[in-house]
């Protein structure tokens, strides 16, 4: 006896839809799953057309009861269609369970700063210099505009973020920085505010391969000249200090022919492979040095 699956899967509600248009398909249109072959048993007709092959008959009366009995789907073709844009109440009034999409509770941007930068949120003004021991998370980040002139400069570690005040050293006095968390589940969140605004985008990450692979592949590529790599004026004498081989072999199998493709990361990339070290943003937090 086949074991019901816990979750309807969107990919297989997308092929149930095909009965809406036609009482009989090939069994191909389903690739072999748990989830087919417990349909095969309890929903679907198996018709016999040659040695290896089948067509796969369903009554969508029957098929909408049984999803509705099994899975609390109200509407196959609305379930069919959730995605990352569907709110969680949406998919409650679907499927009777908020969890049916994939969509995240908390979806923004973080933001950090070491001076007083001014901004409007829904057209109200505001500063994004956050309290001490505070950062700011901004869930509607389509409406806040901030100063064209202001330079955006996007964080690999979380300690960089949370500590941007002990790293205001590195950065010209007479320039406005807003700091932004590259948060790994949210990166698309940042790339969307990035690809709305004219504002030039700085990366301050490692010092290593991988630090110039994700700036290129994630940035660069999306926002062309607007964006550059941040090299602080000391980089020699960090590898010399604190540069470390352990990174850099394990990152070098992963990225044999990275190449860059501005001064910054040439350089970077040339005293990485000069050294066969790398050295982790971190260090540059005046408390460490």
């Avoid at 690739?31 to 290896?52: A, M, Q, W």
């Amino acid at each position: 006896m086949l074991q019901k699956p816990s979750k309807l899967p969107i990919a297989f509600a997308k092929r149930l839809l095909v009965f809406y248009e036609e009482t009989e398909v090939n069994s191909s249109h389903f690739p072999d799953s748990n989830t087919f072959f417990y349909f095969l048993e309890y929903v679907f007709e198996k018709r016999i057309t040659g040695k290896r092959r089948y067509k796969i008959r369903c009554d969508v009366v029957r098929l909408e009861k049984h999803i509705k009995n099994e899975y609390q789907i109200n509407d196959l073709k609305a379930y069919a269609n959730i995605d990352e844009s569907t709110t969680r109440s949406e998919a409650a009034k679907i499927a009777s369970n908020s969890k049916a999409t994939n969509k995240k509770v908390f979806q923004g941007i973080w933001f950090n700063a070491f001076q007083d930068i001014p901004a409007k949120l829904y057209g109200e003004a505001i500063n994004l210099k956050p309290i001490k021991g505070s950062v700011s998370f901004f869930t509607e980040f389509e409406h806040l505009e901030i100063d064209k002139d202001i330079i955006i400069i996007g964080v690999e570690n979380a300690e960089n973020f949370t500590e941007v005040k002990l790293q205001q050293y590195l950065f010209d006095k007479s320039k406005r920085y807003l700091f932004t968390f590259r948060d790994t589940k949210q990166s698309n969140a940042l790339k969307r505010w990035l690809g709305n605004i004219e504002n030039l985008y700085l990366h301050f990450g490692d010092f290593d391969l991988a630090g110039v692979a994700i700036f290129e592949n994630e940035f660069q590529s999306f926002l062309g000249k607007r964006a550059s790599f941040f090299i602080p004026d000391n980089l020699e004498a960090l590898f010399k200090k604190y540069g470390g081989r352990d990174l850099y072999n394990q990152h070098f199998s992963q990225y044999p022919n990275l190449k860059g493709n501005m001064i910054e990361t040439n350089r970077l990339l040339k005293l990485i492979h000069k050294t066969q070290k790398s050295v982790e943003q971190e260090i540059l937090i005046k408390k460490l040095m």
